[in-house]
């Protein structure tokens, strides 16, 4: 770590000359952020962090471009790949080595922690296109992690095997979802609130509502689930299961971002935006009215009230409903 201290004191200390060595001193800290040893990837992660923080009021259109190329090439290599091959149920012995792969586990949600910074300290600053290649990398993550985390059974022979066995529970990338899921959200709830003039407003819009209405309808759709396991088993017809917790797990991560991102997001739209796709939001916000969670409710309640009330009641009457 005080290497890579140095090393950007250096950079900051003579930046003029050393500019145009970003490339190189990115090429580095790439290097560093896919290494084996976890220790060592994450000195690189730091040193993105410090290079990031000190190129902050430096940045020109063309430096943030550079960094947002970077930033997604060290997203993809240190994706825990090896999660992605088919597993032998009769082999007895993990398909890779465990350490490593947690160590890019780790290092995926240090550089997922590293974009949200960034994104949310300098967006403004950077330009349209540097911004959607980070979106994109946050896209990617959140799929990849989701595509693993559905895979209950693969899940739970890894766990038989060995990998992540100190845990209490099956070995997912739970977080790294709901962290992607969530930088990605709020970077295009701010761009479309900022009527960003260097991205395509409307694809970008019509992508940020998909995404929203898929989130709230499978939200409401496990919800629903686990209230339903949850009065079966009362009755005493059924037990908890591997599956029935980690619905409940799922359910209650996914939760505030439901609330705090999803719903405040849609309710802080400008209303012509939000009039816009209102046909295709309402169905999904009308299956939450029946959250068993008040705070889902209020959330829908508010938008319902400042959104959905002017487009079904005249405004001059919006003032007695």
């Known amino acids: 770590p005080m290497r890579s201290t140095a090393l950007i004191r250096l950079c900051d200390a003579h930046w003029t000359a050393v500019s145009p060595l970003l490339c190189d001193v990115l090429k580095l800290i790439d290097t560093c952020t896919h290494h084996g040893s976890e220790q060592v990837a994450r000195i690189g992660v730091e040193g993105l962090k410090q290079l990031l923080a000190m ?4 940045g020109t259109p063309e430096m943030w471009l550079t960094v947002a190329q970077a930033a997604r090439r060290m997203l993809a290599e240190s994706m825990p790949q090896e999660l992605q091959c088919k597993v032998d149920t009769t082999s007895a012995a993990l398909p890779f080595q465990s350490d490593r792969v947690v160590g890019q586990c780790v290092v995926q949600l240090l550089l997922i922690d590293a974009v949200r910074a960034l994104l949310r300290e300098r967006a403004a600053e950077m330009p349209g296109e540097a911004v959607q290649l980070l979106l994109e990398a946050m896209q990617e993550s959140q799929q990849f992690a989701t595509d693993f985390n559905v895979d209950t059974s693969t899940r739970i022979h890894l766990k038989r095997l060995g990998f992540m066995a100190d845990m209490r529970h099956l070995p997912g990338l739970l977080k790294q979802e709901r962290e992607a899921t969530t930088v990605a959200l709020e ?3 701010a761009l479309v609130q900022a009527k960003r003039e260097d991205v395509d407003l409307e694809q970008l819009t019509a992508r940020l509502i998909a995404d929203c209405t ?3 309808a499978g939200f409401a759709r496990k919800e629903q689930q686990v209230v339903s396991y949850a009065e079966r088993r009362a009755k005493g017809e059924v037990k908890d299961t591997v599956e029935s917790v980690e619905l409940e797990r799922d ?19 400008p209303a012509q935006v939000f009039r816009d796709y209102a046909g295709e939001v309402f169905p999904a916000l009308v299956r939450l009215v029946a959250s068993p969670a008040p705070v ?9 009230t ?3 009330g002017p487009l079904v009641v005249p405004d001059d009457e919006m003032d007695t409903v």
Not at 251 to 269: D, E, F, S, Y
């Open 306 to 308: 400042k959104h959905i």
């Open 296 to 304: 889902v409710r209020s959330g829908v309640q508010d938008i319902l």
């Open 214 to 216: 898929t989130i709230m």
């Open 187 to 189: 970077t295009m709830f």
């Open 55 to 58: 190129l902050g009021p430096k």
């Open 251 to 269: 359910v209650a991560g996914m939760r505030p971002i439901v609330v705090n991102v999803v719903l405040k997001g849609l309710h802080a739209l």
